[in-house]
């Protein structure tokens, strides 16, 4: 072995704690972007092959009835390139094992398989054969969800008729992949699922022969969406159309949008921050080593050595560094995608979702990581190659303080001398503090972020069910029922309270903006469904006029007293503008709200219900649940209780996985900064504190000294990584502020607790390990030494 | 005279490494109340080890060191600390101050540990350096270096002040400035006052000195006729 590469080894080892560290974070750094990059590599790659393969549609439209041959005039559209109709309708479903009635989405498919939009895939059991009228083949998140198997029967109400279905197969489909349904985005598969049925079958059951209500389209290369959605919508409107719109509002698609979008920008700013402290570190550990090593620099270039050369071998120090950092964080982060896809398989279903790493993902990982080493050495690089030989070998010079701002301001007074020595010394670090503050504080950041989304998905859930919706039950009906059946609600089993609701889709038009809508009319007295403004307070619903969600409002730049043109979608379709009287707040979707009665006359009908909200006496719940399965009237039930605990079940494991690998970046990070700024503290200031142990000082008045630094810069971070933390939370809010959700800036003083213990205890760990040394400084040495 | 410290059959034996180093072989030595002792010898002769281990700063392999009627061998490292704290000062070749506390905020250092502490804007004047007290180390001549170090040793008013090469970084007038500033504290104070020296030149100024060789005490000799540091030569 060559004597420089021996001398390499020799640093490598001196320096083990130090780069180890500096490996660490950078490794964390890898590891986040590995897994985060390619899970989202593979989650689109999914996405896409799933897409094209099984043909999604780009454009999407319900209608209430329309004859087949309606679909003819659709494919003549300009730019229409396929069209699929087909009879899709919300059932009440009795599953075995499930004491709840659950909501099943009936779609017809064709009695043989051909290829078609939207497609089938099949993924265990067969396909329906043709004719059978009690073939169906189910969506496997609700099957396993069920632990239902081929074979199994299920219950079902079709068009007010009991129905046996037989599991032949299950399935999915690209409309399907976040699968929800019975207009809630929280996903229960336990209670809702995709039950496809023979078209013919399914035609007769809902007496649909010849027509269809339901319509999905492709369009060709170059075609107009908003042109295509413009005719289709003026074709279907006499039929009852409800609007069509785009892949974009796609409810499952948008929800998968989003969440790839989401990791496309997380998988590249949290790596950056991990190499940009990566950087700091080694740029602190190099500095220090070419300071201590001024005579072998000496030496070396005295004996003849090449400033490259001298340059190479600090340049090695940082490049093992990163290397090893990249290998571990590598296998860190292959492992960790595989198990954050795993976690994806629970919330999408594809029919693959394989997780992968592209050799791009690791050729720029290990590119990246290699310059932020390279350009964290930088430093010690140009200070070691411009060191001349004789100078080189002189002995470093004392450390020169001088009077400083804290002389002058007065500041210095009234410190103890620890205190002082603390002081002046983070002061006379100047950027390196500044930068040790910020390091640690993204730390504490993004425990505050982690803490975030679950303090702000825990306050929407309690906002939307403890606040706006109070009922323990919801049922809608197939189709608006007389003001009469609340007396017949007010009978069943267990109903303590029940109140009515009229609900009919409707376009609501302002100026140049229009949304389609559910347009809700409760009752004035309406306890179960609230209507509340931004400080929680409940609105009262005035007689007249419309009450629009604030996003809502935004979208259609509306205020109150405007004028806004309703076009009902139902019915009649009558169209008139009423006046804007109210803004309400929610977090969940957009919609608008009108006296029960307002709506009535609106719609020129005698009371008429669409579903109503109930209070359920507990114990008289599952005689209720039996009697809601067979009820014809009732196409889709909503428990409350079950929403909330199957989504509870989610949240809870993404944030257990989430929080740990949180936990463990901050806690790598603190530790990083900590441990590296105290370790040089040490090196640096051996002799200083050797002296004051001679000086009578104890060991834990010198740990004082040489931790106090780090722990005013830990205690001046923490804030600052609030600060930063609470920011990066509100963009997120404003970014995240979507028609489907809007995330609330909720912060709990949990978090913030959370985050200061996390850092507190990996900044009093390294400082501990540290300090543990100061046990082996070895007084008498070092006061034969000149500094 | 009372003995301050009595110093009965030291031996230390370190291992570097393979070997082992006997740097005392069996010292006997006893110091006085108020002396001034110079210790005398080559480098490697073991006076510093017998400093390091007068001043609590390390223990021998065997025999006993007593300062007073408390045993300073066998005590615990938190006795030592408060030995040290409490009784002895400290000047060393390379001065050892603090670089980011001021001439004074040094001595206030010690001050604020000490029960009966001087001033320590009078222990820079006992060293003719109140005029410098803000200035910061990198500040100062070598010289003014040490005379702050030494008004930091005396300031918690010690029992014994314990010198290693005081002189030793310094050149030739300096070195002298410093050599009358330790015998004035002496002299004053009336602190027992040891201090370490390869110089002969310096012996002059003790009332006692001890020469020592091969870690052994080879000569104790009582100065007859004492002089000032200022009339030494070398």
Redesign the interface.
Known sequence: MKTHNRMLWRDLWHLRGQLTAAALVVACGVAAFVSMRSTYESLLFAQADYYSSFRFADVFAQVKRAPENVAARVREIPGVAQVRTRVAMPVTLDVPGLPEPATGQMVSIPDRPRPMINDLFLRRGRYIEPNRDDEVVASEAFVVANKLNLGDRIGAVINGRWKRLNIVGTGLSPEYVYEVGGGTIFPDNRRFGVLWMGERALAAAFSMEGAFNDLALTLSRGASQPDVIQRVDLLLARYGGLGAYGREDQLSHRFIADEIAQNRISSSTLPAIFLGVAAFLLHIVLSRLVAMQRMEIGLLKAFGYSNRIVGWHYLKLALVTVVCGVMVGTLVGLYLGGKLTELYRDFYRFPRLDHFASAGVLALTTLVSVAAGAFGSLGALLSAVALPPAEAMRAEP??????GVLERTGLARLL??SG??IA??IV?RGWKSVLAVLGIACAAGMLVLGGFFYDAVRYLMWMQFEVVQRDDVTVAFNEPRSADVRHELARLPGVMRSEPYRAVPARLRFEHRSRRVDLTGLSPQSELRRLIDVKLRPISLPPEGLVLTAKLAEVLGAAPGDDVTVEVLEGARPMRDVRVTGVADELVGVAAYMDVAALNRLLREQGALSGARMVVDAKEAPRLYNRLKGMPAVSGVAIRESILKSFEEILDRSIRVSTLINVLFACVIAFGVVYNSARIALSERG??LA?????????R?VAVILLGEQGVLTLLAIPLGYALGTAICWLLVTRLSTELYRIPMVLTARTFVFAFLVVGLAAAASGFLVARRLNRLD??AV????? | MPAVFHVHGISKVYRMGEVEVHALRGVELDLYAGELVVLLGASGSGKSTLLNILGGLDVPTSGEVYYLDHKLTGASEEQLTRFRREHVGFVFQFYNLIPSLTALENVSLVTEIAEHPLDPGEALQLVELRERMHHFPAQMSGGEQQRVAIARAVAKRPDVLLCDEPTGSLDYATGKIVLEVLARVNREMGTTTAIITHNAAIAGMADRVIRMSSGRVVDVRRNLQKISPAELAW
């Not at chain 1, 004392?398 to 009077?403: I, Q």
């Not at chain 1, 002296?691 to 060991?699: A, K, N, P």
Request: charged content about 35%; hydrophobic content about 35%.
């Open positions: 004392p450390a020169g303080f001088r009077a103890p001398s002082r020595i002046r010394s006379r002799n200083e002296s004051l142990r001679v000086l009578g000082f104890t060991r008045e007084l008498i006061l034969k030494t000149r500094e």
